[in-house]
Structures are given as C-alpha cells and as structure tokens.
C-alpha cells in the first residue's frame, strides 16, 4: 500500500503562482512514476506532468514553460510549481503514484484561478 498525502491548493489570481506538494510514503520501491493530473468540472482527468526516479519529465503541452515537477533527494516527495496560472488551470489537481502494481491516487486539491 501506498499513502499519497497532497497540500498547497488554493485561491490565485490570473498570472500568480502556486506550489503543490504530494508526499508518498508505504511500501515504495524503484523505480516509479509520480506525478499530477487535474479534473476540472465537467471534464475528463487529464495529466498534468509526471516525473520518473530517474528525473525524466512529461508534460501536457498547455502546461509546458509554466510549470515545474522535480523530485526530493529521497524520491518520495513530489512538487509542482505553477506559474502564470490562468483560469483555464482551475480544476482539482490528484497525484499520482505508479510502480510495480495498480496506481495510487491522492485524495485531490482544489486549484481555483479567478479576480
């Protein structure tokens, strides 16, 4: 089993910034694929971005150049950055944890992009 625990959602307005964490923690071993998707209302999940333990990165091109996913030094945490957020980034963001077996899914975190 694997726990994904999410924070740093929240209120922004257009062109702000936010940072979501995503710790994993449980039965983890190498190598695996972590990272973030987001439903927004009404729409299907879609990725977001993903890293692997080797630092290898994917990400959705309406995303590309505004946002970061990188990797703590033990591998167990991922990060997000998001820059110049715009409305069409409002969704709830869940990560992602992909090894060996099915996928684990955090409980997701909301990410609102309004004045």
């Known amino acids: 089993q694997v726990q994904l625990v999410e924070s740093g959602g929240g209120l922004v307005q257009p062109g702000g910034s936010l940072r979501l964490s995503c710790a994993a923690s449980g039965s983890i071993f190498s190598p695996n694929v972590m990272g973030w998707y987001r439903q927004a209302p009404g729409k299907q999940r879609e990725l977001v971005a993903i890293i692997t333990t080797g630092g290898t990165t994917n990400y959705a091109n309406s995303v590309k150049g505004r946002f970061t996913i990188s990797r703590d030094n033990a591998g167990n945490t991922v990060l997000l950055q998001m820059n110049s957020l715009q409305p069409e980034d409002t969704a709830v963001y869940y990560c992602?944890?992909?090894?060996?077996?099915?996928?684990?899914w955090g409980q997701g975190t909301q990410v609102t992009v309004s004045s």
């Open positions: 992602k944890f992909q090894g060996r077996s099915s996928p684990y």
